[in-house]
């Protein structure tokens, strides 16, 4: 079992400064001083890479060459900018007039997946996927049988022993091809599987975050109203870049893979995902809120409208997840919409007393009409961005991207069909909308293509559109005795909301939808006694 350390060291201060009696000014510092990750026994590993001329690089660039090391020193370098500033300023402009605003940096502590950035990974741990060459027999038992990996060397044939693994040098390289040799020696027909790996680059930092606000409510005749901007900017956002490109990768797309004559790997590097600061992101957005507290007749409600957009430049972690990047080699080509909805998100709630009591003033039959509430919560929003993908590899990058086709048409989606969940409105010739640019001049790869033109996130799934009403009462039994009665009801209207359609270009039943994003009517009855 391998350990992982980490100190944090924190500070901040606070302090308020009543400019005049309408002006308040607050404002203070946070630092963060966090160190990196450390691996008990210097069981930690890296890729370091080197330019031609031998000089240090962080990421790779033409020509470099790639050593593979355990005991990296360091993991990754110390980041001593921590600071967080913030202020925040409210104003009392008139009676009933606020105004607010306020800005700030937030330090984003950063966790690259220890078990496969740091440790646990080539060559603490290695998966094995025996394949047998044509032609080579595979024996079958009755029981499990056990394989036991080679033992890891230097380059210069001096072993590094697990045991003694707190006594390695820093950056101590390792042979990975005599170890994919030798391991290869135990397999049916001694076919070489290259190892795949992770690493955190050297390089890397903290993320922050930075918030900006501006905002005014008034109160205008019993009702609080406040309109709001709000910004929001992830900066050195932890993410995942590729090296030596997509599992599969062409000769000339793997720059740290050995290929023979006809193109097969034979040593080296599969996939490399290497932990950077690579994400960035943005959100602003203008919000309106209304609210009413309940009056004495027990009437009170809540209106939020907000319109926003949000944009960054990975579909999931570090560009896998929804819309993932096609190009390993250009995050910048993914800057799009967030999978998010939006840009439209309208709320509301609405808490009614309802006013039987005042029918009948006394008796039995006032205890059961009297405190009746219904209230009610709606919510309408825009659609979720999807990105279409090919389904193929288009290109030599290897095959765990999402490849992008061309746009060769403008389609326009819709639920409102007679066929309601064909959202591209083509049915079978939905495909039609698109193009696979595969064997086109200068293409690479098994089908001679090219990345697509299409962006990330460029159309938007269907709206949802939800309403659920609860009504309830209190029967006061005694003085120790409650009985809480609540009749719920989700999705009251019974709105069909679907979700978004198939987004595999080549997939069956492209554009498509076949499942719904929120429940269908549902009624649930409930009592609660309270003591």
Known sequence: ?????????????????????????????????????????NRAQAALFFAPDGTKLYYPTPGATQQWVVNPDPVWNMDWNGWGPRVSVSWQARKKTLVRAAAGITTLLQYPWPNVGV??????????SPSARPGSPIPFDNSVASLVPPPIYTPQGALIDPAKSSQWEGNTPVDVIRFEQELAALLPGNAIRPVQGNSTAQNFRNGYLSTYTLGVQQQIFGLDVSASYIG???????????????????PGFAPFALFNAAGQVIGGFSQEQLFDNSVH????????????????????????????????????????????????QDAAAERARSSIPGPHNLSFNVSVRLPFDRWISHG???????????????????????????????????????????????PVLSTSRPVRQDYFGMGAANASYFSVPINVPDGTGPYRGRFGTLGRNTFSGPPLRNFDIALSKEFNLDKRFKLQSRAEFYNVFNVVNFSTPNTVLTGSGFGMITSTSSNSRQLQFSLKLVY
């Not at 946070?30 to 450390?38: I, Q």
């Not at 579909?315 to 997840?321: E, H, T």
């Open 1 to 41: 079992m391998n350990t992982i350390h980490r100190d944090a060291y924190n500070f901040y201060f606070l302090d308020n400064w009543r400019a005049t009696s309408r002006l308040l000014v607050t404002y203070g510092l946070r630092y963060e001083l966090n160190s990196p990750m450390r691996a008990g026994a």
């Open 119 to 128: 440790t646990n990974h080539f060559p603490y741990a290695v998966t094995i």
């Open 232 to 250: 929001l900017a992830g900066v050195h956002v932890q993410g995942m870049s590729f090296p030596n490109n997509y599992a599969g990768a062409s």
């Open 281 to 328: 992101s943005s959100y602003n957005a203008g919000e309106l809120v209304v609210r009413r507290a309940p009056t004495g007749r027990g009437v009170g409600f809540g209106l939020s409208y907000s319109f926003s957009k949000s944009i960054d430049n990975a579909g999931g972690f570090g560009g896998y997840g929804g819309g993932g990047r096609q190009n390993p």
């Open 364 to 410: 039995l039959a006032h205890t059961f009409v009297s405190g009746w509430q219904i209230t009610g919560i709606g919510l309408i929003r825009s659609g979720t961005p999807f990105t279409v993908v090919s389904g193929i590899q288009q290109t030599g990058y290897g095959a765990g991207g999402a490849d992008r086709p061309d746009q060769i048409g403008t």
